[in-house]
């Protein structure tokens, strides 16, 4: 397969296209690591003032989409112990999270002095959802560029879930721990807009109410919520204007006692559903779900080039494919019993 010279992405990749030395138009139209720093620097002040107007006396300044990878454990600890937030963490269970990923949780949770909340939708429901947004597409395929639909779906759910919590509490600011590959810094920081947010939920709600019916309502927010505009919280990806080195984050983390899970894919540190997501990803649309990550990655200087590319060649275990694949059609049985 051929692939850019500069980055990782395939000839397969949507929209893509080489010039004479097989570099691609996304890394042509890259405006350089100056440009980048100055963009980090203008949204690291950014959430400095927002910090500084927001920040809670008395109750949370932040909610943490906490889902016990290395990412969001290195992004947790930062905004405890450099901003010295108060900080209550979100892990969602889909049915498919490593035990050790929820041991790591237990273990960081206890030692940064942080409030956790296990939250498990039920599993019939996800399983449902999984299985059929798997096989259909229901999802743009400009949105699919970035992620398989399995994750698609269930990132819908932990956002939803996570707003809707932060809502009902007060709690300024969300955090996520995505890597500075899978969001453009652009978009680390915006304030969530109830008109937007609720035409994106309805193109959630719809094609899967026909999944699992009215039970969907659960996971996301209701008229009270949109009535409550004032209090809709900013949205804070940190990890696009931080420093971020994925060795030294390695190092960071596993001193707080986090462990590596030894029964993920390679690309993924808490989730085994990922693998199944990845190869029905790669079956569908001929390229690696987490390439646009990397290429990113690689683009702006975190990652090097073959490090990258090893990421991408190296196999999932079947096993995990096909035990995540009987488990989710167990988990639809369980709700015809």
């Given at each position: 397969?051929?692939?850019?010279?500069?980055?990782?992405?395939?000839?397969?990749?949507?929209?893509?296209?080489?010039?004479?030395?097989?570099?691609?138009?996304?890394?042509?139209?890259?405006?350089?690591?100056?440009?980048?720093?100055?963009?980090?620097?203008?949204?690291?002040?950014?959430?400095?003032?927002?910090?500084?107007?927001?920040?809670?006396?008395?109750?949370?300044?932040?909610?943490?989409?906490?889902?016990?990878?290395?990412?969001?454990?290195?992004?947790?600890?930062?905004?405890?112990?450099?901003?010295?937030?108060?900080?209550?963490?979100?892990?969602?269970?889909?049915?498919?999270?490593?035990?050790?990923?929820?041991?790591?949780?237990?273990?960081?949770?206890?030692?940064?002095?942080?409030?956790?909340?296990?939250?498990?939708?039920?599993?019939?429901?996800?399983?449902?959802?999984?299985?059929?947004?798997?096989?259909?597409?229901?999802?743009?395929?400009?949105?699919?560029?970035?992620?398989?639909?399995?994750?698609?779906?269930?990132?819908?759910?932990?956002?939803?879930?996570?707003?809707?919590?932060?809502?009902?509490?007060?709690?300024?600011?969300?955090?996520?721990?995505?890597?500075?590959?899978?969001?453009?810094?652009?978009?680390?920081?915006?304030?969530?807009?109830?008109?937007?947010?609720?035409?994106?939920?309805?193109?959630?709600?719809?094609?899967?109410?026909?999944?699992?019916?009215?039970?969907?309502?659960?996971?996301?927010?209701?008229?009270?919520?949109?009535?409550?505009?004032?209090?809709?919280?900013?949205?804070v990806n940190p990890l696009a204007f931080l420093e971020y080195d994925e060795h030294s984050v390695m190092q960071q983390i596993s001193a707080m006692g986090w462990e590596k899970p030894d029964d993920t894919d390679p690309n993924s540190t808490n989730c085994l559903l990922n693998?199944?997501?990845?190869?029905?990803?790669?079956?569908?649309?001929?390229?690696?779900?987490?390439?646009?990550?990397?290429?990113?990655?690689?683009?702006?200087?975190?990652?090097?080039?073959?490090?990258?590319?090893?990421?991408?060649?190296?196999?999932?275990?079947?096993?995990?494919?096909?035990?995540?694949?009987?488990?989710?059609?167990?988990?639809?049985?369980?709700?015809?019993?």
């Amino acid at each position: 397969m051929k692939r850019c010279t500069r980055c990782v992405l395939p000839e397969t990749f949507p929209g893509i296209k080489f010039d004479d030395e097989g570099v691609c138009n996304f890394c042509r139209a890259y405006k350089g690591r100056e440009h980048l720093d100055k963009s980090r620097e203008k949204y690291r002040k950014r959430f400095d003032d927002l910090l500084a107007k927001h920040r809670r006396k008395g109750g949370y300044d932040a909610l943490m989409a906490y889902s016990g990878g290395k990412d969001s454990t290195y992004t947790m600890a930062v905004l405890r112990n450099t901003y010295n937030m108060s900080i209550l963490a979100l892990t969602i269970d889909n049915g498919f999270v490593s035990p050790q990923a929820l041991e790591n949780s237990r273990k960081v949770v206890e030692g940064l002095g942080v409030d956790y909340v296990l939250y498990k939708p039920r599993l019939d429901v996800l399983s449902k959802l999984f299985l059929y947004t798997a096989e259909k597409n229901i999802y743009s395929k400009k949105g699919l560029e970035r992620a398989s639909s399995i994750c698609t779906t269930c990132m819908g759910i932990v956002k939803f879930v996570a707003l809707r919590m932060a809502i009902e509490s007060g709690i300024p600011f969300i955090t996520y721990g995505w890597s500075p590959g899978q969001a453009p810094i652009e978009s680390s920081i915006f304030r969530n807009n109830p008109e937007m947010i609720k035409k994106m939920q309805d193109a959630y709600i719809q094609p899967m109410k026909q999944v699992v019916g009215d039970e969907i309502y659960n996971y996301f927010l209701t008229e009270e919520h949109f009535g409550m505009a004032d209090q809709f919280p900013y949205n804070v990806n940190p990890l696009a204007f931080l420093e971020y080195d994925e060795h030294s984050v390695m190092q960071q983390i596993s001193a707080m006692g986090w462990e590596k899970p030894d029964d993920t894919d390679p690309n993924s540190t808490n989730c085994l559903l990922n693998a199944l997501g990845i190869k029905v990803h790669k079956e569908k649309f001929g390229f690696h779900p987490y390439v646009h990550e990397l290429a990113n990655l690689v683009r702006k200087g975190y990652m090097d080039r073959a490090e990258a590319l090893a990421r991408l060649e190296e196999e999932t275990d079947p096993k995990i494919v096909d035990m995540v694949q009987k488990r989710l059609e167990k988990g639809v049985k369980t709700s015809t019993t």
